[in-house]
């Protein structure tokens, strides 16, 4: 691998929003962006402006119709009703906002580029991806378009030259990524192994599911603990991507899953999300790690934060020097009642405490089942 990591960004997301309402009115790119950087850990050297994609370019999957209609609404601000049935724009999750084709054209155009930069190895973090839910032909969960099957279909081309051909996605996102088990569902070169809150929206990604076994989806229930987390990892993940012996690895990080999020229901800290992504470090010779979910400022920023930190080998301190803090301080969470009166170790530190527990027979059992599926012995 490269011996620097790269990180893509862009100051788009810094003054873009969904509207004040939204979930993801909450700056979050930015953040991470302001924290690494007075942390010492972000370097003009590592950072990557990320490029627009272009239409054609995103037509390698969504559809040429889907592409003009989400252009023609950001110039508009408006669409018609015939297109909000088609495409879902303009809807509760996927409303018509100033930057609606811009800013996830831009995301998805650090997921394009990042393929093209691992083409030979390396690391890449790209906070700004990771919007898994997109379909085709439409809006679907807060994603307008689907920048992880972007990522990979730009991989799969750029590397073809470099003996790619076998790609590992891992989804540790509270939310099931339906858009990207669409996209190469019984592709035998794409692995994907999500694990999410069950009976979460989009409610699917069922244990059972999965064609030919290149889809593993563990649904784990509420409360799901960083023991059993690290029992996941240690018995599921890595035994599977071991197996598969995946030429590039491509993480969704979304930071959802953690107990302080308000979206989801789920126990766990940042340790969990640091410790997988540094147990895929060097378990392929290109690695790309996006963002996702997360919709509590602080605890997304924190957590995105310390995924850099691992990725370049930083220590995280046990308290963050003042340049540090002020990000933190500076963010607000209007609206909401985890706003209100924030813990002060959101402010003061990145590393949470951390939350273990019992590990239940029901994570056991289909940990098992799906190493069964696999022809993993216990």
């Given at each position: 691998?490269?011996?620097?990591?790269?990180?893509?960004?862009?100051?788009?997301?810094?003054?873009?929003?969904?509207?004040?309402?939204?979930?993801?009115?909450?700056?979050?790119?930015?953040?991470?962006?302001?924290?690494?950087?007075?942390?010492?850990?972000?370097?003009?050297?590592?950072?990557?402006?990320?490029?627009?994609?272009?239409?054609?370019?995103?037509a390698?999957?969504?559809?040429?119709?889907?592409?003009?209609?989400?252009?023609?609404?950001?110039?508009?601000?408006?669409?018609?009703?015939?297109?909000k049935?088609?495409?879902?724009?303009?809807?509760?999750?996927?409303?018509?906002?100033?930057?609606?084709?811009?800013?996830?054209?831009?995301?998805?155009?650090?997921?394009?580029?990042?393929?093209?930069?691992?083409?030979?190895g390396?690391?890449?973090?790209?906070?700004?991806?990771?919007?898994?839910?997109?379909?085709?032909?439409?809006?679907?969960?807060?994603?307008?378009?689907?920048?992880?099957?972007?990522?990979?279909?730009?991989?799969?081309?750029?590397?073809?030259?470099?003996?790619?051909?076998?790609?590992?996605?891992?989804?540790?996102?509270?939310?099931?990524?339906?858009?990207?088990?669409?996209?190469?569902?019984?592709?035998?070169?794409?692995?994907?192994?999500?694990?999410?809150?069950?009976?979460?929206?989009?409610?699917?990604?069922?244990?059972?599911?999965?064609?030919?076994?290149?889809?593993?989806?563990?649904?784990?229930?509420?409360?799901f603990?960083?023991?059993?987390?690290?029992?996941?990892?240690?018995e599921?993940?890595?035994?599977?991507?071991?197996?598969?012996?995946?030429?590039?690895?491509?993480?969704q990080?979304?930071?959802?899953?953690?107990?302080?999020d308000?979206?989801?229901?789920?126990d766990?800290?940042?340790?969990?999300?640091?410790?997988?992504?540094?147990?895929?470090?060097?378990?392929?010779?290109?690695?790309?790690?996006?963002?996702?979910?997360?919709?509590?400022?602080?605890?997304?920023?924190?957590?995105?934060s310390?995924?850099?930190?691992?990725?370049?080998?930083?220590?995280?301190?046990?308290?963050?020097?003042?340049?540090?803090?002020e990000?933190?301080?500076?963010?607000?969470?209007?609206?909401?009642?985890?706003?209100?009166?924030p813990?002060?170790?959101?402010?003061?530190?990145?590393?949470?405490?951390?939350?273990?527990?019992?590990?239940?027979?029901?994570?056991?059992?289909?940990v098992?089942?799906?190493?069964?599926?696999?022809?993993?012995?216990?």
């Open positions: 691998m490269k011996a620097d990591p790269q990180f893509i960004g862009h100051e788009i997301y810094r003054h873009s929003s969904y509207g004040g309402w939204h979930p993801l009115r909450v700056p979050r790119v930015s953040t991470v962006m302001d924290l690494t950087r007075a942390m010492g850990w972000l370097s003009d050297a590592s950072y990557v402006t990320s490029p627009r994609a272009r239409p054609a370019a995103l390698a999957w969504h559809s040429p119709d889907y592409i003009a209609a989400l252009q023609e609404a950001e110039r508009a601000q408006e669409v018609a009703a015939h297109i049935a088609r495409h879902h724009l303009g809807t509760v999750s996927n409303p018509v906002f100033p930057e609606m084709f811009r800013r996830p054209a831009t995301s998805a155009g650090g997921s394009i580029l990042a393929g093209e930069l691992l083409a030979q390396g690391v890449i973090y790209h906070p700004a991806g990771g919007t898994h839910h997109g379909l085709p032909d439409r809006a679907n969960g807060f994603c307008y378009l689907n920048d992880p099957v972007l990522a990979i279909l730009s991989l799969r081309h750029h590397g073809a030259a470099h003996g790619l051909r076998r790609i590992a996605y891992v989804d540790i996102d509270a939310h099931h990524p339906d858009g990207v088990e669409h996209g190469f569902t019984g592709d035998p070169d794409i692995l994907m192994v999500s694990v999410h809150e069950e009976n979460l929206w989009p409610k699917t990604g069922l244990l059972e599911e999965g064609a030919g076994g290149s889809a593993l989806n563990l649904p784990v229930p509420r409360g603990n960083d023991s059993e987390m690290d029992l996941v990892r240690e599921l993940i890595l035994p599977v991507l071991t197996q598969f012996k995946p030429d590039a690895i491509v993480l990080c979304g930071a959802d899953a953690v107990r302080e308000p979206q989801a229901h789920l766990l800290t940042n340790n969990a999300h640091w410790a997988v992504v540094k147990s895929l470090m060097g378990m392929a010779p290109r690695f790309l790690v996006l963002g996702g979910g997360g919709y509590n400022p602080w605890s997304v920023g924190r957590l995105w310390g995924v850099w930190a691992t990725l370049c080998g930083a220590e995280v301190p046990e308290r963050l020097p003042h340049e540090a803090q990000v933190l301080h500076a963010l607000e969470f209007k609206g909401h009642r985890l706003g209100r009166n813990p002060e170790h959101w402010f003061t530190t990145l590393r949470d405490a951390s939350r273990g527990g019992e590990i239940r027979e029901v994570i056991r059992q289909r098992a089942y799906l190493r069964g599926r696999r022809g993993i012995g216990q």
